[in-house]
C-alpha cells in the first residue's frame, strides 16, 4: 500500500480569496511552489507546511492528510 500527501491549500486559498502569487510572497516562496503544492506534486517541508497553516489559521493536520492507495 502507497502512502501519499493530500492537502486543502487551493480550498484555503480560494475561499480567502488570496492568488498564488499573495501566498507565495506571504511564505517566501515561488508561485510555482504554490503551483506543486496545490496540485499534489510535490509535498512541503514541516516548516513550510507550519508556515502555510499559520497564514490560513489552521492546524497543520487539517491541511494535510496522509492517505492509503492500493
Do not use: D, W
Not at 497553516?53 to 492509503?68: D, G, M, R, T, Y
Amino acid at each position: 500500500m502507497k502512502e501519499c500527501i493530500s492537502n486543502k491549500v487551493y480550498e484555503r486559498r480560494s475561499e480567502i480569496g488570496l492568488t498564488q502569487e499573495e501566498l507565495a510572497e506571504k511564505l517566501g516562496v515561488s508561485r510555482q511552489t504554490i503551483i506543486a503544492i496545490e496540485k499534489g506534486n510535490y509535498t512541503p517541508s514541516v516548516h513550510l507546511a507550519l508556515k502555510i497553516a499559520k497564514v490560513f489559521s489552521e492546524p497543520v493536520e487539517e491541511l494535510f492528510k496522509i492517505i492509503h492507495e492500493k
